[in-house]
């Protein structure tokens, strides 16, 4: 098994089991020195989360561990888009309960501010952000993002579907 530290859409246990069927919740924890940035240049022309390494103690991405299959990593970096926008690195995180864990993560390499994340995106980080228990702090944080709304409208039914919401939602 892989600990896989997921920060943004793939919070969402149900989005992440999609792509990633062996992944099962080990913690939420916490990677202290990096800000979470929706600055990472999407294939689709949206942006993206990053864990933005600024070294300073007091920015922390909130998160979550998940174990996956090993045998599962090619396709988890495939859906991720590693060595086309995202690079996976270990970094250490520390969970609640006080344990430090090495995981693989994703950085983006890809980067451009002015882009906005589509709806559905922010909803899936959303939803993973509640899921989890997330600081209310953090999710207020993450609900304050400015969206776009995704001009492909059968994939924005698709993905609101992964959260029972129909297309119309905010």
């Not at 099962?24 to 202290?32: H, T």
Request: net charge positive.
């Amino acid at each position: 098994m892989v600990h896989y530290f997921a920060y943004g859409s793939n919070m969402s246990t149900p989005r992440l089991r999609r792509r990633i069927v062996s992944a099962s919740l080990v913690c939420v924890a916490r990677l202290p020195g990096y800000r979470l940035m929706f600055h990472k240049a999407g294939m689709d022309g949206s942006a993206k989360c990053d864990a933005w390494s600024t070294g300073h103690a007091g920015d922390v991405v909130q998160g979550v561990i998940f174990a996956i299959a090993h045998e599962q990593l090619r396709e988890l970096d495939r859906v991720e888009g590693e060595g086309r926008g995202y690079r996976r690195t270990e970094v250490e995180v520390f969970a609640r309960d006080g344990w430090v864990y090495r995981v693989a993560t994703y950085c983006a390499t890809r980067i451009d501010a002015a882009l906005k994340p589509f709806d559905w995106y922010r909803l899936h980080v959303l939803q993973g952000a509640r899921e989890h228990g997330l600081s209310d702090d953090y999710i207020r944080a993450i609900a304050r993002v400015c969206v776009r709304r995704d001009p492909d409208e059968r994939r924005r039914r698709r993905e609101m579907r992964i959260h029972g919401r129909r297309a119309e939602a905010p």
